[in-house]
Nanobody, 125 residues
């Protein structure tokens, strides 16, 4: 069982930056891929970024590519999402997620079984 706790959300102006963090406990974090998803009101959950167990492979959703960067620190059991050049359409609840076993990058929400409680990101225009 893996527990995930996100932090770092908040209110930021368009063009600004935020850094989200996800602290993991209770599992073999260093062997698992990790992902970030987001969900805006009235919309489906959207893949934002994913990272392999080693950090060597990363994938990004099309709407954030070039602006967001995912990273991980296996020594600290944390994964981060650096968000730059934020836009109003980035406003959503952001979730950290982990699969049960997989170490390679996963881009679909169905591939993840452990989820954090989410952190709100609001970008004002």
């Amino acid at each position: 069982q893996v527990q995930l706790v996100e932090s770092g959300g908040g209110l930021v102006q368009a063009g600004g930056s935020l850094r989200l963090s996800c602290a993991a406990s209770g599992g073999t974090f260093s062997s698992l891929a990790m992902g970030w998803f987001r969900q805006a009101p009235g919309k489906e959950r959207e893949f934002v970024a994913g990272i392999s167990w080693s950090g060597s492979s990363k994938e990004y959703g099309g709407s954030v590519k070039g602006r967001f960067t995912i990273s991980r620190d296996n020594a600290k059991n944390t994964v981060h999402l650096q968000m730059n050049s934020l836009k109003s359409e980035d406003t959503a609840v952001y979730y950290c997620a982990a699969p049960r076993w997989d170490g390679f990058v996963l881009t679909t929400s169905a591939s993840y079984v452990y989820w954090g409680q989410g952190t709100q990101v609001t970008v004002s225009s």
